[in-house]
């Protein structure tokens, strides 16, 4: 019973398969007349070639009259495949007529046929999951009477399957990019040949005539001591042909740095076994009424995955599988690519480099932040946000700024003066939006000073710093004052002592008075007499007048 596991994809094999044909050259078979039944057929035996080869075309001469009686079939174990049916009409014989698919159809032809025709059924590919080695027949049906004739030789000729064609469609065309990671298989979308990774062969015999336990046929085969794959070659309705399990393994799990053995058990007759690698070698063996441990074997071949413009691939699985995060590489256009390469030689040398696009959207956005800045401490309160982007974020600043992380509202008492930058933060980056704000408190100030009133005009420069009994470093302005002096001969003036950053500034204006300069020169009248009388003094002063 040929069986395969359905889910576990195909891969080209590395030895090189150059066309090899296999000729059935005599003596020539009857073709009974008028029997649907049992035919005439001729056998091949195909041996030594790759267990992946598939058929390429068949040959066959054919010496009978009345064409259109014959069904002509190709038949390998239990399988089978039309070549003709019914074709040709009252015409007579198949001259080196050739069967082989992309072709005109030989329904479209006429006898005598010569040339080279499509079956009716497509010819075996490496995809159908045979092992060509075997006996291959070819069988002729006459399905009418009066019509008798020969098969006189046949040929059948193998070649390499093609190199496939291998994409990856796990990959949406856009995704989210807060979106789950998405693991990436290749040859999701294959289109000739088969798969890119690589693969062994395994192919169990046994002749159910000399089987009388059919449940004792056991077969286990194993990845590094883990069981992947088990099995009974059993069949209903046994039939020599029948007994034929064969399993190519396996789909992107099979590492080449694994080992694969397997362990089968027959205990009342005997079984052979094939084994073929990517090395292009074959491993043969047979026993009896025992159980047997054979291994280990590796297959071969390199990948690898690439993500342009930065690189997504955040983790990677067993061979032909790799993990693209799309909350790893942010909003963008990313190009991933997986590269590969079988090792092959010959017609099996294959590699290619797949692509595939994805647009990952930021469901998150920013636009601007703002707040009224700059804010006197001292008028405290609160300043709230202005913003536009996604809500439902966080408000981070540094240290002494009293801010609300879930509102961004900032309390200017409690906070203390200087300049920050407040962030808001919405997701998780690189998946998310940010922006930022600057907010700028300024201290409150104290612009007191002592008014130094009544100073003489004569009294020289005043140093106005040196009155300030509140906050320094504000600025003097006033007639008479020169940066931070005041110069009193310019009498009695209004001065103003400014402190703080605008719009948070604060002012004092006093008046300084001066008193003006005096002299107190006056004449000394000399000696006089006793009997001069009084003197006048004022009439003395040649100074300033007033005095007393």
């Known amino acids: 019973m040929k069986k395969i596991i359905f889910f576990i994809l195909l891969y080209l094999f590395v030895s090189d398969i150059n066309a090899q044909t296999f000729s059935y050259p005599g003596p020539a078979v009857s073709i009974p007349d008028n029997d649907a039944v049992s035919g005439g057929w001729a056998e091949i035996t195909v041996s030594g070639i790759s267990p992946v080869s598939e058929v390429d075309y068949v040959t066959i001469n054919l010496t009978h009259t009345y064409d259109s009686d014959l069904e002509i079939v190709l038949e390998f174990f239990d399988n089978s495949w039309i070549l003709a049916n019914g074709n040709g009409g009252s015409g007579n014989n198949f001259t080196n007529t050739v069967f082989r698919d992309g072709f005109p159809s030989i329904s479209g032809g006429s006898a005598p046929f010569s040339g080279t025709y499509a079956p009716l059924t497509a010819l075996p590919k490496f995809v159908d999951n045979l092992n060509p080695n075997g006996k291959w027949t070819l069988h002729v049906f006459d399905l009418a009477s009066g019509d008798v004739g020969t098969i006189n030789s046949w040929s059948i000729t193998f070649k390499a399957p093609a190199c496939p064609t291998v994409g990856f469609g796990t990959l949406p065309a856009s995704m989210n990019c807060n979106a789950a990671a998405v693991t990436l298989y290749a040859s999701d979308l294959i289109t000739a040949g088969g798969p890119d990774y690589p693969a062994l062969f395994f192919e169990f015999n046994i002749v159910p005539s000399a089987e009388p336990n059919m449940n004792d046929n056991v077969i286990n085969i194993y990845e590094d001591g883990n069981s992947i794959y088990n099995d009974i070659i ?23 740095s694994s080992n694969y053995t397997f362990t089968a058990t027959d205990n009342d007759g005997t ?44 983790g990677t699985g067993d061979w032909g599988a790799a993990i693209f ?10 190009t991933i690519t997986f590269n590969w390469n079988n090792q092959g030689t010959g017609a099996h040398a294959c590699s290619g480099s797949p692509q595939h696009s994805v647009t ?21 309160g609160t300043i709230s946000p202005s913003l536009n982007a996604t809500t ?48 700028t408190i300024i201290p409150d100030v104290n612009p007191a000073w002592t008014n130094p009133s009544a100073i003489c005009a004569s009294a020289g420069s005043i140093n ?10 504000g600025t003097w302005s006033g007639t008479g004052v020169s940066g931070n002096t005041f110069n009193p001969s310019f009498g009695t003036q209004s001065v103003t002592y400014t402190v703080g950053t605008s719009p948070c500034q604060e002012t004092s204006t006093q008046t300084i008075t001066v008193a003006p300069d005096v002299n107190p020169a006056w004449t000394n009248p000399g000696a006089i007499c006793a009997s001069a009388g009084s003197i ?13």
Do not use: H
């Open 234 to 256: 059993s069949d209903p309705t046994p039939t020599d042909a029948a007994y034929r399990l064969t399993v190519y393994y396996p789909f992107p799990g099979c590492s080449p």
């Open 271 to 314: 079984m052979t076994w094939v084994v073929y690698d990517e090395n292009g070698t074959y491993y043969t063996g047979s026993f009896t009424n025992t159980t047997v441990n054979e291994g280990p074997w590796s297959p071969q071949g390199t990948s690898s995955w690439t993500c342009t413009p930065t690189n997504g691939i955040t």
């Open 325 to 334: 995060d799309p909350s790893v590489v942010g909003a963008g256009t990313y």
């Open 360 to 380: 990952v959207v930021n469901p998150f956005s920013f636009t601007s932040l703002s707040y009224s800045s700059p804010v006197c401490k001292a008028t405290g």
């Open 392 to 439: 439902g974020g966080s408000y981070t600043s540094s240290g002494g700024l009293s801010i609300n992380s879930s509102t961004g509202v900032i309390n200017v008492a409690a906070s203390t003066a200087g300049t920050y930058t407040v962030t808001y933060t919405v997701g998780t980056l690189p998946c998310g939006a940010s922006g930022s704000a600057t907010v």
């Open 464 to 473: 106005l710093n040196n009155l300030i009994t509140g906050t320094t470093g």
């Open 536 to 548: 006048n003094l004022n009439n003395l002063i040649t100074g300033t007048i007033g005095g007393t």
